[in-house]
């Protein structure tokens, strides 16, 4: 299984089915998977803290660092899918319509290379 | 578009092209990426700050508020993509291997409707 | 030592001690420490991961629970200090400034008893 | 009002002051009181969102960018010493007990210069 061949409702399912053979649904209101999210996100912002950026790519071509940040991302991804879940929220048309706003704020041509106009 | 016919390497082509478009991959550094996907957690974490229980039930069905973070979920995951782009990690096999391994720490029967044992 | 009789000044020189100590102080620029200053505050967060209301009120009361809340906090913290020091910042005034213009934002009759006015 | 003139005490009693005007105490409990000082430390991160170290230097010396700092670090701060208030924890305290224990664990002679001993 790869992300070439897994649709994202697949990848959700496996979720889905993990929460649901331990009953955990119970617990997994969305205000407490966002407090969950954002301890996740922490952790995985930890692999990288204290890092110069020349020590940013080191670490980006180790594998055991490498390994690390994916299961620090899974856990992140994790319950950012069991949030879609317990919302019945599509992730593939949020995704999309929120690019397409940023589109729409940050115009190709006048944000080329740069996220700052006053720069 | 829908999450049954999007394979998350197809949602990740969508996020590189939005980033190729603005020729932004020289910010996206995995240090940076995880900084700013931690934000957006907390931003998606702000729309249930306060909330009671109560009050949180009511959130999830309110279509407004439902929207708001259907849209602070996107751009938590647009990081969590980009960092996955970045880093050139397969999402679902990341995914999929931390299920696994936390099966096995949290056995569905030892651990049915509760998540720490010492309850 | 308590806070009673301990100023934000000495507090502050007791941190900035530990780290000139180590000559840690090349490492403490403002962004890097803002990174730590969010690890930690997720770590604090974690103490109440999954806990209903009730069980809150439960932890507060435990004593382990506090220890380690105590340290979560102290962490939070220290970072805070740090960050004062590496800018120069006086926290005294930062606060009682942000209080101030809190109070003309949220004003106590308009706000009593609410946070939000559409309640 | 400054660092050098005010108690850790008097500084937590003007916070308390502003929630009790507001009878806002009844939200004050620590795991809401986290979910906001996390919040607050993240906006306080995004001030730094995307600098390269040499934009960091370049924000620490310009003016607004310091009185936006301080704000965003006033409001980690209140809410620090909201907590504090809500369990009756004495910071003073806190911290230098985690000062002690944090020097026994990092030694000054062997941590000199560097905060992992791998490198």
Known sequence: MS?????????RASVQR???????AQFHNPKDLSVSLCI????????FQWLRPEEV????????ARARV????????????SLANAL???IA???????AAS?????ADRYQGRFRLDE
Not at 40 to 47: D, G, H, K, N, S
Request: cysteine-free; hydrophobic content about 40%.
């Open 57 to 64: 790519e080191t670490a980006s071509r180790d594998l055991q």
């Open 18 to 24: 993990f929460v649901d053979e331990r009953d955990w």
């Open 103 to 107: 589109g729409r704020r940050y115009s």
């Open 93 to 99: 048309t949020a995704v999309l319509e929120k690019l």
């Open 70 to 81: 994916a299961g620090e991302l899974a856990d992140v991804l994790i319950y950012a899918f």
């Open 40 to 47: 996740e996100a922490a952790e995985l912002l930890e692999e």
């Open 88 to 90: 019945d929220l599509d």
């Open 3 to 11: 992300d070439n061949d897994t649709t994202i409702a697949e990848l």
